[in-house]
Protein backbone atom coordinates (compact mmCIF):
# COMPACT_ATOMS: atom_id res chain seq x y z
CA UNK A 1 0.00 0.00 0.00
CA UNK A 2 0.99 3.31 -0.93
CA UNK A 3 1.58 5.42 2.38
CA UNK A 4 3.91 8.63 3.63
CA UNK A 5 4.34 8.76 7.02
CA UNK A 6 5.68 11.68 8.84
CA UNK A 7 7.19 12.78 11.57
CA UNK A 8 7.10 14.97 13.91
CA UNK A 9 3.49 15.18 14.41
CA UNK A 10 4.00 18.60 15.05
CA UNK A 11 7.49 20.78 16.83
CA UNK A 12 7.99 24.18 18.75
CA UNK A 13 11.34 25.58 18.38
CA UNK A 14 12.61 28.89 19.37
CA UNK A 15 13.65 31.75 16.66
CA UNK A 16 16.69 31.56 15.10
CA UNK A 17 17.29 27.58 15.79
CA UNK A 18 16.94 24.52 13.20
CA UNK A 19 15.26 21.64 13.09
CA UNK A 20 14.77 18.71 10.93
CA UNK A 21 11.61 16.88 9.97
CA UNK A 22 11.39 13.19 8.45
CA UNK A 23 9.31 11.88 5.78
CA UNK A 24 9.10 7.74 5.30
CA UNK A 25 7.28 6.46 2.31
CA UNK A 26 6.47 3.03 0.81
CA UNK A 27 5.57 4.44 -2.55
CA UNK A 28 6.06 2.75 -5.51
CA UNK A 29 7.34 2.77 -8.04
CA UNK A 30 8.61 6.17 -7.00
CA UNK A 31 8.77 9.26 -9.34
CA UNK A 32 9.57 11.99 -6.94
CA UNK A 33 9.33 13.26 -3.27
CA UNK A 34 8.29 17.17 -2.90
CA UNK A 35 8.21 19.08 0.47
CA UNK A 36 4.96 21.80 0.55
CA UNK A 37 4.55 24.51 3.08
CA UNK A 38 1.28 25.59 4.45
CA UNK A 39 0.33 28.20 5.94
CA UNK A 40 -2.69 28.29 7.92
CA UNK A 41 -5.42 29.70 5.53
CA UNK A 42 -3.78 28.73 2.31
CA UNK A 43 -2.91 26.15 0.08
CA UNK A 44 0.60 24.60 -0.02
CA UNK A 45 3.61 26.04 -1.70
CA UNK A 46 6.13 24.12 -3.10
CA UNK A 47 10.04 24.09 -1.21
CA UNK A 48 11.44 21.35 -3.30
CA UNK A 49 11.09 18.69 -5.41
CA UNK A 50 13.70 15.49 -5.90
CA UNK A 51 13.97 12.86 -7.96
CA UNK A 52 15.50 9.29 -7.69
CA UNK A 53 19.43 10.88 -8.55
CA UNK A 54 18.95 13.15 -5.90
CA UNK A 55 20.21 13.83 -2.16
CA UNK A 56 20.46 16.99 -1.92
CA UNK A 57 18.36 19.85 -2.36
CA UNK A 58 18.52 23.26 -1.24
CA UNK A 59 16.19 26.69 -1.45
CA UNK A 60 17.04 29.32 1.13
CA UNK A 61 17.08 28.39 4.56
CA UNK A 62 15.43 25.04 3.33
CA UNK A 63 17.32 22.11 2.68
CA UNK A 64 15.67 18.70 1.69
CA UNK A 65 17.57 15.30 1.61
CA UNK A 66 16.65 11.57 -0.26
CA UNK A 67 17.97 8.49 1.00
CA UNK A 68 15.77 6.36 -2.37
CA UNK A 69 16.95 3.11 -0.59
CA UNK A 70 15.75 3.64 2.31
CA UNK A 71 12.93 5.95 1.37
CA UNK A 72 13.16 8.36 3.14
CA UNK A 73 13.28 11.97 3.36
CA UNK A 74 14.16 15.08 5.48
CA UNK A 75 13.70 19.03 5.68
CA UNK A 76 15.57 20.73 7.66
CA UNK A 77 15.16 24.50 8.32
CA UNK A 78 17.97 26.87 9.49
CA UNK A 79 18.12 29.91 11.16
CA UNK A 80 14.32 29.26 11.93
CA UNK A 81 12.08 32.64 11.68
CA UNK A 82 8.49 33.49 13.16
CA UNK A 83 7.18 33.23 9.23
CA UNK A 84 8.55 29.39 9.49
CA UNK A 85 5.61 28.49 11.56
CA UNK A 86 3.05 26.82 9.23
CA UNK A 87 2.70 23.09 8.42
CA UNK A 88 5.03 21.25 6.14
CA UNK A 89 3.72 18.30 4.54
CA UNK A 90 5.90 15.83 2.26
CA UNK A 91 4.19 14.45 -1.08
CA UNK A 92 5.76 11.21 -2.83
CA UNK A 93 4.34 10.76 -6.52
CA UNK A 94 4.53 7.44 -8.13
CA UNK A 95 5.40 6.87 -11.69
CA UNK A 96 2.16 5.03 -12.29
CA UNK A 97 -1.67 5.40 -11.43
CA UNK A 98 -4.16 7.59 -11.96
CA UNK A 99 -4.39 8.76 -7.96
CA UNK A 100 -0.05 9.33 -7.99
CA UNK A 101 0.51 11.92 -5.77
CA UNK A 102 0.32 10.40 -2.28
CA UNK A 103 0.55 13.06 0.53
CA UNK A 104 1.92 12.95 4.36
CA UNK A 105 -0.16 14.81 7.78
CA UNK A 106 2.17 17.15 7.58
CA UNK A 107 4.40 18.47 10.78
CA UNK A 108 2.77 21.62 12.60
CA UNK A 109 5.56 24.25 13.20
CA UNK A 110 5.33 26.73 15.47
CA UNK A 111 8.43 29.00 15.98
CA UNK A 112 7.91 31.14 19.13
CA UNK A 113 10.19 33.85 19.66
CA UNK B 1 1.12 34.74 -13.74
CA UNK B 2 -1.97 34.51 -11.62
CA UNK B 3 -1.83 31.07 -9.85
CA UNK B 4 -4.48 28.71 -9.27
CA UNK B 5 -8.02 30.63 -8.59
CA UNK B 6 -10.37 29.64 -6.22
CA UNK B 7 -13.41 30.95 -4.90
CA UNK B 8 -15.39 31.41 -2.87
CA UNK B 9 -12.77 31.84 0.28
CA UNK B 10 -14.90 31.42 3.02
CA UNK B 11 -18.62 29.52 2.88
CA UNK B 12 -21.03 28.54 5.55
CA UNK B 13 -23.87 26.85 4.86
CA UNK B 14 -26.56 24.96 6.49
CA UNK B 15 -27.02 21.14 6.31
CA UNK B 16 -28.79 19.50 3.24
CA UNK B 17 -28.41 23.11 1.42
CA UNK B 18 -26.13 22.84 -1.85
CA UNK B 19 -23.16 24.49 -2.17
CA UNK B 20 -20.59 25.13 -5.07
CA UNK B 21 -16.65 25.94 -5.45
CA UNK B 22 -14.76 27.33 -8.39
CA UNK B 23 -11.41 26.66 -9.68
CA UNK B 24 -9.59 28.96 -12.18
CA UNK B 25 -6.18 26.51 -13.12
CA UNK B 26 -3.39 28.28 -14.65
CA UNK B 27 -3.06 29.12 -17.76
CA UNK B 28 -1.96 25.87 -20.25
CA UNK B 29 -2.35 23.41 -17.05
CA UNK B 30 -3.86 20.24 -18.64
CA UNK B 31 -4.05 18.54 -15.36
CA UNK B 32 -6.33 19.50 -12.79
CA UNK B 33 -7.21 18.29 -9.03
CA UNK B 34 -9.79 18.86 -6.22
CA UNK B 35 -8.89 17.93 -3.05
CA UNK B 36 -10.16 18.17 0.33
CA UNK B 37 -8.21 18.76 3.46
CA UNK B 38 -9.32 18.08 7.01
CA UNK B 39 -8.02 19.89 9.46
CA UNK B 40 -4.62 18.69 10.83
CA UNK B 41 -4.80 15.98 7.54
CA UNK B 42 -2.89 16.35 4.15
CA UNK B 43 -5.19 17.02 1.57
CA UNK B 44 -7.36 13.81 -0.17
CA UNK B 45 -7.86 13.66 -3.82
CA UNK B 46 -11.36 13.36 -4.63
CA UNK B 47 -11.10 13.84 -8.54
CA UNK B 48 -8.56 14.54 -11.21
CA UNK B 49 -8.97 15.80 -14.60
CA UNK B 50 -7.12 15.67 -17.98
CA UNK B 51 -8.61 19.02 -20.01
CA UNK B 52 -12.53 17.81 -19.43
CA UNK B 53 -12.43 14.08 -18.81
CA UNK B 54 -12.33 12.86 -15.19
CA UNK B 55 -9.88 10.27 -15.45
CA UNK B 56 -9.83 9.38 -11.27
CA UNK B 57 -13.29 9.85 -9.51
CA UNK B 58 -12.84 6.95 -7.24
CA UNK B 59 -13.08 8.89 -4.06
CA UNK B 60 -15.62 10.95 -5.00
CA UNK B 61 -18.92 10.72 -2.97
CA UNK B 62 -21.35 10.65 -6.09
CA UNK B 63 -24.23 10.58 -3.58
CA UNK B 64 -23.87 13.99 -3.20
CA UNK B 65 -20.77 15.21 -5.03
CA UNK B 66 -20.46 16.20 -8.69
CA UNK B 67 -18.04 18.05 -10.43
CA UNK B 68 -17.72 19.45 -14.35
CA UNK B 69 -14.60 21.00 -16.06
CA UNK B 70 -15.98 22.71 -18.95
CA UNK B 71 -13.98 23.17 -21.93
CA UNK B 72 -11.01 21.80 -20.30
CA UNK B 73 -10.39 24.90 -18.12
CA UNK B 74 -12.38 26.28 -14.91
CA UNK B 75 -13.70 23.41 -13.01
CA UNK B 76 -17.16 23.65 -10.63
CA UNK B 77 -17.60 21.49 -7.81
CA UNK B 78 -20.96 20.71 -6.20
CA UNK B 79 -22.42 19.33 -3.17
CA UNK B 80 -25.78 18.67 -2.73
CA UNK B 81 -26.79 18.30 -0.14
CA UNK B 82 -24.20 19.24 2.31
CA UNK B 83 -23.75 17.33 5.75
CA UNK B 84 -21.99 18.33 8.78
CA UNK B 85 -19.15 16.28 7.73
CA UNK B 86 -18.41 17.87 4.46
CA UNK B 87 -16.70 21.21 6.92
CA UNK B 88 -13.39 21.36 5.28
CA UNK B 89 -11.67 22.75 3.22
CA UNK B 90 -11.62 22.33 -0.37
CA UNK B 91 -8.05 22.83 -2.47
CA UNK B 92 -8.38 22.81 -6.48
CA UNK B 93 -4.48 22.25 -7.88
CA UNK B 94 -2.95 22.37 -11.69
CA UNK B 95 -0.28 20.76 -13.32
CA UNK B 96 1.13 20.68 -16.74
CA UNK B 97 0.40 17.17 -17.61
CA UNK B 98 -0.69 14.05 -15.77
CA UNK B 99 2.76 12.70 -15.20
CA UNK B 100 3.82 12.59 -11.00
CA UNK B 101 6.97 14.13 -12.21
CA UNK B 102 5.31 17.41 -13.03
CA UNK B 103 4.84 19.95 -9.92
CA UNK B 104 1.54 20.65 -8.97
CA UNK B 105 0.12 24.35 -8.04
CA UNK B 106 -2.47 24.68 -5.34
CA UNK B 107 -4.99 27.03 -4.92
CA UNK B 108 -5.82 29.00 -1.69
CA UNK B 109 -8.98 26.80 -0.94
CA UNK B 110 -12.49 27.08 0.07
CA UNK B 111 -12.99 26.71 3.84
CA UNK B 112 -16.44 25.22 4.24
CA UNK B 113 -18.50 25.12 7.27
CA UNK B 114 -21.72 23.17 7.51
CA UNK B 115 -23.83 24.37 10.45
Known amino acids: KNQVEQSPQSLIILEGKNCTLQCNYTVSPFSNLRWYKQDTGRGPVSLTI?????NTKSNGRYTATLDADTKQSSLHITASQLSDSASYIC????????????FGTGTRLTVIP | EAGVVQSPRYKIIEKKQPVAFWCNPI?????LYWYRQNLGQGPELLIR????????DSQLPKDRFSAERLKGVDSTLKIQPAELGDSAVYLCASSLSPQGWTEAFFGQGTRLTVV
Open chain 2, 49 to 56: YENEEAVD
Open chain 2, 27 to 31: SGHNT
Open chain 1, 91 to 102: VVSAQTGANNLF
Open chain 1, 50 to 54: MTFSE
